[in-house]
């Protein structure tokens, strides 16, 4: 499986950006698709994801600024960012998961807020 990620960039602070994953390969076993960060100095954490149903999940950092939407079936995320704070600047990864448990990365893509 190949996540492919697309947007990021500089933007200043209160702005938009919005992200894009497409994943290619063996994807029938996906069933769950979302994004992750990881600031400088910081571990990976948890942005947001989508699971059968249309279920989402954000983290509470996030929540009523970022609005995550995916097609499972076409194996898509989306994640559109508002209101952008300079601590929402990190890399951004798209991340996949199977029906078993396994997890698929994307290669980051960088997101810059200046205040």
């Known amino acids: 499986v190949q996540l492919q990620a697309s947007g990021g960039g500089l933007v200043q602070a209160g702005g938009s950006l919005r992200l894009s994953c497409a994943a290619s390969?063996?994807?029938?076993?996906?069933?769950?698709m979302g994004w992750y960060r990881q600031a400088p100095g910081k571990q990976r954490e948890l942005v947001a994801t989508?699971?059968?149903?249309?279920?989402?999940n954000y983290a509470d950092s996030v929540k009523g600024r970022f609005t995550i939407s995916g097609d499972l079936a076409q194996k898509m995320v989306s994640l559109q960012m508002n209101s952008l704070k300079p601590e929402d600047t990190a890399v951004y990864y798209c991340?996949?998961?199977?029906?078993?448990?396994?997890?698929?990365w994307g290669q980051g893509t960088l997101v810059t807020v200046s205040s």
């Open positions: 390969g063996s994807t029938w076993g996906i069933v769950t």
């Open positions: 989508v699971t059968p149903g249309n279920r989402t």
């Open positions: 991340n996949a998961r199977s029906s078993w448990g396994a997890p698929y």
